[in-house]
């Protein structure tokens, strides 16, 4: 393993995104905002505004930084260069990820300090936003590997939709948990059982996913 | 023309395949064997979908051969084994940049891999090309593309370059310019080149060693001048009864009345001789060109593989 190699793979890749992963930053952040702003439907189109961003970055990085290359015939000329399938690998998915992950933690962690500011916030909702967000986490780790199984922007679509479908069904569920739309109102933030056991299986499916996508990315025979 | 068939050669290979096979849905590559010596240019013919690129990307280590093994400067080659492409320079046809970002980025990129850089070539190479180091990729013609990947890969002074069409889709001007920077590589004696192309033209005019691929095979490689020594074309006036005598490798190539067009791989003195005296007249013996050996020999591989 080159650290050196991947070091230099990772930097370029995150320079090659700035633009984008500003722009999902910043947008995130605005949608945060208007959460903010006074009366309810602001909250509710803030919140939208906030899923749209984070499902937008997903896929646009994803798009950008690893089909884009196959797509657009750069791979070969990285591949060409001094780079071990296993330096190339551990670049490629760390720095997608963490693409992904700095507009996601931008508008966690400003949610969470705004719970804890805001007036009128209440900060027995972050358990809700962290669920919510670990989610779409989760959602973006299963089309990382798609993407890297399949090299295709059909079935990496496909994933996203069916993860879309799905992230319905979740905020329906925790809307109608009982302990967990309970808490939403609560003054006091605490972390019920229910709670921290979603997060280990969302954990899970999020190390799952990585490990998987790591897995099938070193095992390929051809790289293009 | 240049050669360099009078320099010494060293023991040791630049790049060896030995018994090569890959397989894909509707094409195989069959047991390749190659050995490529160190200081010499090797030029790599084929028609389209000969296999000349999957050859040149398992020597790369971009593709894993089913069997076989691949050596490149002394190393063997995989998609887990990195070091040996610090002293190689791949270029391919599909090779591409990245389109929002300038040469001057892509310089920094491949710099910053690669100790051996040469900057002060680097800039001999942009003014050479007639590039602009702040101008961004997605704005280039097809051959500034072509100049700004070989300058990426010139500069860094590699020892082994394998070079898949470097030409293709080129104009003249921009050809003349890629093969005369070529022609410069070539008088450095420790630097190896393998070049690929269906222009045999191209390749007849840099190359030491020729190799013919077609449908996955090797059918035949040989040294540039002692390829075009050993090929003859003979026309001959036969009456239609005639049986051509028995010399090996002279294979019928058209027939108008009766007049018989002829040609011969292991050409030799006295052939001449030998079809006069079968009965034929002979109107000419001609030396062929590598594109009229590079088809012969097509055709006669395909015949022999049917056979």
Request: glycine share 6%; charged share 20%.
């Amino acid at each position: 393993m080159n650290t050196q190699a991947i070091q230099i793979l990772f930097l370029k890749d995150l320079f090659l995104s700035r633009w984008p992963m500003f722009g999902y930053l910043v947008g995130g952040l605005l949608s945060v905002m208007v959460t903010c702003l006074p009366g309810e439907s602001a909250g509710f189109i803030g919140f939208i505004l906030m899923i749209t961003v984070t499902i937008a970055a997903g896929i646009h990085l994803i798009g950008a930084l690893l089909l884009g290359e196959s797509i657009d015939m750069t791979r070969t000329f990285i591949m060409s260069l001094p780079i071990s399938l296993l330096d190339y690998s551990l670049a490629k998915i760390s720095v997608v990820l963490v693409a992904f992950l700095i507009p996601w933690f931008g508008m966690l962690a400003s949610l969470t300090i705004i719970t804890f500011v805001a007036p009128e916030a209440k900060p027995g909702i972050l358990p809700f936003l962290v669920l919510l967000f670990l989610f779409m986490l989760g959602g973006f780790c299963l089309q990382l590997f798609t993407a890297v199984v399949t090299e295709s922007v059909g079935w990496t679509i496909v994933v996203l939709v069916l993860g879309n479908v799905t992230l319905n069904l979740f905020l329906k569920m925790l809307y109608e948990h009982p302990v967990i739309s309970k808490l939403n109102k609560s003054e006091v933030l605490s972390w019920p059982p229910v709670v921290l056991q979603i997060i280990a299986i969302e954990a899970i499916v999020i190390l799952a996913a990585l490990g998987l996508t790591f897995m099938f990315q070193i095992r390929r025979k051809d790289l293009v | 023309m240049n050669s360099k068939l009078d320099r010494p050669q060293q023991n040791a290979s630049a790049a060896s395949l030995r018994g090569v096979t890959k397989s894909y849905k509707h094409f195989r590559l069959d047991k390749i064997d190659l050995e490529i010596e160190p200081g010499t240019v090797n030029g790599l013919i084929g028609p389209n979908g000969a296999g000349k690129s999957t050859i040149m990307r398992i020597m790369m280590g971009l593709v894993t051969p089913k069997s076989g093994t691949v050596s490149v400067l002394g190393k063997s080659i995989s998609s887990r084994e990195a070091s040996a492409k610090q002293d190689i320079g791949f270029f391919s046809d599909d090779m591409r940049l990245y389109k929002s970002e300038s040469i001057a980025f892509h310089m920094q990129f491949v710099r910053s891999l690669f100790p051996s850089w040469d900057e002060g070539y680097a800039q001999q190479l942009l003014d050479r090309f007639g590039l602009i180091a702040q101008q961004k990729v997605k704005g280039f013609s097809h051959g500034q593309r072509v100049k700004a990947l070989l300058l990426l890969i010139l500069a860094r002074r590699p020892k082994l370059l394998i070079l898949d069409e470097p030409t293709n889709g080129l104009d003249p001007v921009a050809k003349q310019e890629v093969l005369a920077e070529l022609m410069q590589i070539v008088n450095d004696e420790t630097r190896t080149i393998l070049y690929s192309s269906h222009n045999t033209q191209d390749v007849e005019q840099i190359s030491d060693t020729i190799t013919f691929i077609d449908r996955g095979r090797v059918i035949a490689s040989n040294n540039r001048d002692e390829f075009l020594d050993r090929w003859r074309r003979f026309k001959l006036q036969a009456p239609q009864n005639w049986q051509a005598p028995a010399i090996d490798g002279l294979r019928p190539e058209s027939t108008f009345g009766n007049l018989r067009v002829m040609t011969l791989d292991r050409y030799e003195t006295g052939v001449e001789d030998q079809l006069q005296s079968s009965g034929a007249t002979l109107e000419s013996s001609e030396a062929m060109t590598l594109e009229e050996i590079f088809i012969a020999a097509v055709s006669r591989g395909r015949e022999e593989k049917q056979q």
